[in-house]
């Protein structure tokens, strides 16, 4: 039977439908694996970004198709509501992987609230701190959009959960 | 007990499923693009905790019965819903109005609901927490804008909430259903809700520099959604929503 470490690191090759760049480890979205060896079956725990997020569908079956590419046929993609996903769940190289991809990654810590007009969102294509929000909702319902003041660009804040 | 456990999760799933469908009804017609994107995504968040509700209800009930059952296959006394949220989407300070009222009112619901003896409740009270404390702040915001705006702006304002406000005390009237789950702790007494509700509209409505509707003196309001008695609006909504399920039954795609 295939070990979890074996499962994790197929994960990793799963990206985000909406973010591409990142993987759904990158993402923090994965609770847990078991692995059942009598009846040979992998259990995926994944807990949903957003309520009405249409991506979790597609990722519970990418999930599934990835595993059977790399050969383990009986697997369960199980959702988890509790604890709600944050984006502090989110690895450190995820968030360097979403800034050169050009979202600004999340800026603070779910719990520490920010007011939107204090929040300093740096620019990912100049760096420049010279920034402004646009909208507080965005293309995806993770995202927010913002303006650089600088060089003048528009682009998304992956937004603090 | 659990069919009443049923009926309780129909109420709260119908809530947020007809609020999220008005709301969709906005996409490609928002005022501006950020207000049509922001109106989309919240419509989104509130069909998706409809979804995980219908989808518990599924579980209780089992025979072969699914998330899109309710939705989907019930008839308009069926639907348990507030007044409030069937009203239809009017002008833009129209949907704001309801969106407050609405949003603070789930705001405070959510928070007092995460302490559900229920874990699956909590659960989802918990997530839709995250969501609605975004969606609040929008719908907050907007009020201020409109009403402390133009003479213009200010005047609709002030009618949206006049015209919605009789329609939201209907939200904090327990039903027999909602004071049998209260009684097990298994919801949160909403009665109890209004006076913070009240208070943090009453802030909103100040920042705004409009006047607070002036309450009824006998505290009469409009109700019967939570008994499946409604407007002639929740058919027309239905027609549109079940329109494909009910042509082509159990068809996928
Ligand atoms: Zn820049």
Same mark, same amino acid.
């Given at each position: 039977?295939?070990?979890?470490?074996?499962?994790?690191?197929?994960?990793?090759?799963?990206?985000?439908?909406?973010?591409?760049?990142?993987?759904?480890?990158?993402? =923090? !979205?994965?609770?847990?694996? /078991?692995?059942?060896? %009598?009846?040979?079956?992998? &259990?995926? +725990? $994944?807990? *949903?970004?957003?309520?009405?997020?249409?991506?979790?569908?597609?990722?519970?079956?990418?999930?599934?198709?990835?595993?059977?590419?790399?050969?383990?046929?009986?697997?369960?993609?199980?959702?988890?509501?509790?604890?709600?996903?944050?984006?502090?769940?989110?690895?450190?190289?995820?968030?360097?992987?979403?800034?050169?991809? =050009? !979202?600004?990654?999340?800026? /603070?810590?779910?719990? %520490?609230?920010?007011?939107? &007009?204090? +929040? $300093?969102? *740096?620019?990912?294509?100049?760096?420049?701190?010279?920034?402004?929000?646009?909208?507080?909702?965005?293309?995806?319902?993770?995202?927010?959009?913002?303006?650089?003041?600088?060089?003048?660009?528009?682009?998304?804040?992956?937004?603090?959960? | 007990?659990?069919?009443?456990?049923?009926?309780?999760?129909?109420?709260?799933?119908?809530?947020?499923?007809?609020?999220?469908?008005?709301?969709?009804?906005?996409?490609?017609?928002?005022?501006?693009?950020?207000?049509?994107?922001?109106?989309?995504?919240?419509?989104?968040?509130?069909?998706?905790?409809?979804?995980?509700?219908?989808?518990?209800?599924?579980?209780?009930?089992?025979?072969?019965?699914?998330?899109?059952?309710?939705?989907?296959?019930?008839?308009?006394?069926?639907?348990?819903?507030?007044?409030?949220?069937?009203?239809?989407?009017?002008?833009?300070?129209?949907?704001?109005?309801?969106?407050?009222?609405?949003?603070?009112?789930?705001?405070?619901?959510?928070?007092?609901?995460?302490?559900?003896?229920?874990?699956?409740?909590?659960?989802?009270?918990?997530?839709?927490?995250?969501?609605?404390?975004?969606?609040?702040?929008?719908?907050?915001?907007?009020?201020?804008?409109?009403?402390?705006?133009?003479?213009?702006?200010?005047?609709?304002?002030?009618?949206?909430?006049?015209?919605?406000?009789?329609?939201?005390?209907?939200?904090?009237?327990?039903?027999?259903?909602?004071?049998?789950?209260?009684?097990?702790?298994?919801?949160?007494?909403?009665?109890?809700?209004?006076?913070?509700?009240?208070?943090?509209?009453?802030?909103?409505?100040?920042?705004?520099?409009?006047?607070?509707?002036?309450?009824?003196?006998?505290?009469?309001?409009?109700?019967?959604?939570?008994?499946?008695?409604?407007?002639?609006?929740?058919?027309?909504?239905?027609?549109?929503?079940?329109?494909?399920?009910?042509?082509?039954?159990?068809?996928?795609?």
């Amino acid at each position: 039977m295939v070990s979890k470490e074996k499962i994790y690191s197929y994960l990793e090759n799963v990206s985000d439908p909406e973010v591409p760049v990142l993987s759904i480890l990158d993402l =923090g !979205i994965v609770r847990d694996v /078991n692995i059942n060896e %009598e009846n040979e079956t992998v &259990e995926i +725990l $994944i807990t *949903p970004t957003y309520s009405g997020c249409p991506a979790m569908q597609m990722i519970a079956m990418n999930v599934k198709m990835e595993m059977l590419t790399q050969g383990v046929k009986n697997v369960i993609v199980t959702e988890i509501l509790s604890p709600a996903w944050t984006t502090d769940w989110m690895t450190e190289s995820g968030k360097r992987k979403l800034n050169e991809y =050009g !979202i600004a990654p999340p800026q /603070n810590k779910s719990n %520490e609230y920010i007011p939107i &007009e204090d +929040l $300093i969102v *740096p620019c990912p294509i100049c760096q420049s701190k010279n920034t402004s929000v646009i909208s507080e909702f965005g293309s995806t319902a993770c995202k927010s959009l913002y303006r650089c003041n600088d060089c003048l660009e528009p682009f998304d804040y992956f937004k603090c959960h | 007990m659990n069919n009443s456990l049923v009926e309780y999760i129909m109420h709260l799933a119908d809530n947020s499923l007809i609020h999220g469908h008005r709301l969709s009804e906005w996409c490609g017609h928002g005022p501006i693009l950020e207000v049509d994107i922001a109106l989309s995504n919240i419509a989104l968040d509130n069909i998706g905790a409809a979804r995980s509700l219908y989808e518990y209800a599924a579980e209780i009930e089992g025979n072969g019965k699914t998330e899109d059952t309710y939705p989907y296959f019930r008839d308009v006394r069926q639907f348990k819903n507030s007044l409030l949220l069937e009203l239809p989407n009017g002008n833009f300070a129209d949907t704001i109005a309801k969106c407050l009222l609405f949003d603070t009112y789930q705001f405070y619901f959510y928070t007092a609901l995460k302490n559900s003896s229920d874990n699956r409740l909590a659960a989802i009270a918990e997530k839709s927490l995250k969501e609605v404390t975004y969606h609040l702040r929008f719908s907050s915001e907007w009020v201020v804008r409109l009403g402390d705006g133009t003479d213009e702006s200010k005047q609709k304002m002030q009618n949206a909430i006049a015209e919605h406000w009789e329609y939201a005390g209907e939200l904090f009237a327990p039903s027999n259903i909602e004071l049998e789950m209260i009684e097990q702790g298994i919801a949160p007494n909403i009665d109890a809700l209004k006076d913070v509700w009240q208070q943090k509209i009453a802030e909103t409505i100040e920042e705004a520099t409009l006047s607070f509707p002036l309450s009824n003196e006998k505290g009469w309001f409009q109700s019967g959604g939570k008994k499946g008695i409604h407007t002639e609006y929740l058919g027309f909504i239905l027609a549109d929503l079940q329109y494909m399920q009910k042509t082509y039954p159990n068809s996928e795609w």
